[in-house]
């Protein structure tokens, strides 16, 4: 990519895609729950979904499984206009999952079921240079820092983006 103007994406977002499972009894327990509703989760779809949403042209690579919430998690992305043409579906992991209830503004409880889940399946060779080099930037989170593999993973595009020129923001994803 010459210039940075002509790119055709605004920003790639690479890690977190899951489920969120809110519990509709407002201020109840989790034990107490009878009803939830589902919802886009993870960090950088949310964050990919949301720049869709307000006219960014925007891409995910992240990974989910080879199931109906893996299913959800694209089409939920496309719905909001991401490009998920990197959205690897991964046939040993299982999409992640969030149960969470709705309380006061510090008291929000959940669980989350992200053990050896789809998006931290994410492998350097998922990372294609001619895709990074489409975007103005490039955004990870710290998530996936955490492993050798995702970090690799993490270490290819960050390479190819300064190749290229594309900028690259780094969300800690500290919660």
């Given at each position: 990519m010459s210039r940075v103007a002509e790119r055709p994406l605004d920003v790639i977002c690479l890690g977190r895609a899951a489920v969120d499972l809110y519990g509709q009894q407002v201020g109840g327990r989790?034990?107490?729950?009878?009803s939830f509703a589902k919802y886009l989760g993870g960090s950088s779809a949310n964050l990919a979904a949301g720049l869709a949403r307000m006219g960014a042209k925007s891409a995910m690579l992240t990974r989910v499984g080879d199931e109906q919430m893996g299913r959800f998690v694209r089409e939920e992305l496309a719905r909001h206009g991401v490009d998920v043409s990197q959205v690897r579906t991964d046939p040993a992991r299982?999409?992640?999952?969030?149960?969470?209830?709705?309380?006061a503004a510090d008291d929000i409880p959940h669980i989350f079921f992200r053990?050896?889940?789809?998006?931290m399946g994410v492998v350097a060779d998922d990372v294609?240079?001619?895709?990074?080099?489409?975007?103005?930037?490039?955004?990870?989170?710290g998530t996936h820092l955490s492993t050798e593999s995702t970090r690799d993973a993490v270490r290819t595009a960050v390479g190819y983006a300064?190749?290229?020129?594309?900028k690259v923001a780094l969300d800690i994803d500290y919660r």
């Open positions: 989790l034990e107490d729950m009878q299982l999409t992640a999952l969030v149960i969470l209830g709705i309380g053990e050896r889940c789809a998006d294609n240079e001619e895709f990074i080099a489409s975007a103005t930037l490039f955004a990870v989170t300064k190749k290229h020129g594309t």
